[in-house]
């Protein structure tokens, strides 16, 4: 059976009847964002109205084999439009999310189906593409895990998704998703932190257990430091992309907003005390998710771990002969900006403040007209980042990962996410191999609303 908009409208008594209408159709999994309530602060608190995938925070993870198709109706069950992006995965460029540029935003009562593979093994999320500032602080994210067809030797997995929510005493996200101050300064930075929708995320683990965590950072704007404690761990993978070598992880990780890693770490506090992944806060580590630490497991010495098996990006091609493009970021408080152009008119600083609108990108807010690359494919493209504010932002390239032409020529490991602090030039690397438009912007999200993206084209 298929309902149309009119049916539904017509039906609604008897629909909210069934448990879900648009589960009628046989073998559609069906990814339904809605109004939903749901106890994010302790129990002696009002619960919080959120807007979730389903019944809980994080959404419903989706866990499927390296090479294998995804596909969700999506049956928009909020009361504005909405879509998702599948972020960090090598996509069809139809089904990357994006209103605007790859898809109209799918009305309430509406379904959209997207169906595509996931080409490389990693860690990846999915989350609200339509304003986005008020849809992923709502709840509109979950974890998108592709296994490796040759997994690494763990005892236990665990997803830990990071949130961060600006909540009242009631248990109300508080404040305003279009605030002139979030927007102009670091976005919108919560007061309850969470792991997998908890304050309090206590999981299990025996001393000398290798686990591995992959954590991803689901915040609107925080970015986390993070660390262990009675666990001793490498880095694997960041933003899914596995390192050739892993990495010891003997200080902090940082995470910046929509960046994953990838841990292997081994339990080293004895049972009957805990083990702890901090999170750095100021002079304090916090706990963000706690391992209550009971029993042993049967191997007490291991070795470092191995790499993860690599996926197949397309590999860079010569530095030298790569197309140069340079992306100044201007803009913010206190970031100098006299005037940009917004909407093909040259605005003021201060007329763009009435119009909300606070960065630009090589002089222009918000998407051009023409794309900031555009490159056939195969063609292998250097971007300078200029960050010419006092903020960090954290960039975003759809549809393909990047690498870090770091000082000295060498490159950094493959990412689909890099955190450029205040007054700082960083510049990337990419093969253009997936045809389409693909957004490249800010994922401290009041800062995409407020003027930071563009777009880049990739010819077939
Ligand atoms: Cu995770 Cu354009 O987004
Ligand atoms: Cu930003």
Redesign the pocket.
């Known amino acids: 059976m298929h309902l149309t908009r009119r049916d539904l409208i017509k039906g609604a008594a008897a629909v909210t009847a069934f448990p879900s209408f648009a589960r009628a159709a046989t073998g559609t999994i069906v990814l339904e964002p809605r109004q939903t309530k749901f106890q994010l602060l302790p129990e002696a608190y009002p619960a919080s109205d959120l807007w979730l995938f389903g019944d809980s925070t994080p959404g419903p993870e989706i866990r499927v084999a390296q090479g294998a198709r995804v596909e969700r109706r999506l049956v928009n069950s909020l009361p504005q439009a909405t879509s998702v992006?599948w972020?960090?995965i090598r996509i069809d460029n139809a089904m990357d999310g994006?209103p605007g540029l790859t898809q109209e935003a799918v009305a309430p009562g509406e379904t959209f189906d997207y169906s595509f593979v996931a080409p490389d093994a990693g860690t990846y999320?999915y989350?609200s593409?339509n304003q986005?500032t008020e849809q992923v602080a709502r709840g509109l994210y979950g974890a998108l895990i592709v296994e490796e067809n040759d997994a690494p030797e763990v005892d236990s997995e665990h997803v830990l998704v990071l949130g961060d929510w600006l909540l009242e005493q009631n248990g109300q996200l508080s404040g305003d998703f279009a605030s002139r101050h979030e927007r102009s300064h670091s976005g919108r930075t919560g007061n309850y932190l969470t792991t997998n929708g908890t304050a309090g995320e206590i999981l299990e683990a025996r001393r000398h257990e290798r686990m591995r965590l992959r954590l991803i950072n689901g915040a609107t704007a925080r970015v986390f430091e993070l660390g262990l404690f009675g666990l001793e761990g490498w880095v694997v993978a960041l933003d899914g992309m596995p390192l050739e070598r892993p990495e010891p992880l003997t200080s902090q990780v940082v995470l910046a907003p929509?960046q994953r890693v990838d841990l292997i770490v081994d339990v080293t506090a004895q049972g009957g005390d805990e083990a702890y992944l901090v999170r750095i806060d100021g002079e304090q580590a916090v706990a963000q998710a706690t391992f209550k630490v009971a029993g042993e497991a049967s191997v007490t010495r291991r070795a470092a771990p191995a790499a993860l098996p690599p996926n197949h990006e397309p590999a860079l091609g010569s530095l030298a002969e790569a197309t140069r493009v340079r992306l100044l970021m201007e803009g913010g408080a206190m970031g100098g900006l006299q005037a940009a152009i917004f909407n093909g008119e040259r605005r003021t600083f201060r007329q763009l403040v009435q119009d909300n609108q606070f960065w630009a990108f090589n002089g222009e807010v918000g998407l051009t007209d023409e794309p900031l690359v555009n490159a056939r494919i195969g063609e292998t493209v250097r971007l300078e980042i200029t960050n010419d504010t006092v903020f960090p932002h954290a960039m975003?390239l759809?549809g393909q990962h990047f690498r870090e032409v770091e000082a000295g020529g060498d490159l950094g490991p493959m990412r689909d996410?890099i955190l450029v602090s205040g007054r700082e030039t960083r510049e990337i690397a990419f093969v253009a191999s997936n045809p389409g438009d693909w957004?490249f912007?800010c994922?401290m999200l009041s800062h995409?609303d407020a003027g930071m993206k563009t777009w880049m084209r990739v010819r077939a």
């Open positions: 992006h972020h960090g994006v999320w989350h593409h986005s929509a975003h759809h996410t957004l912007h994922h995409q």
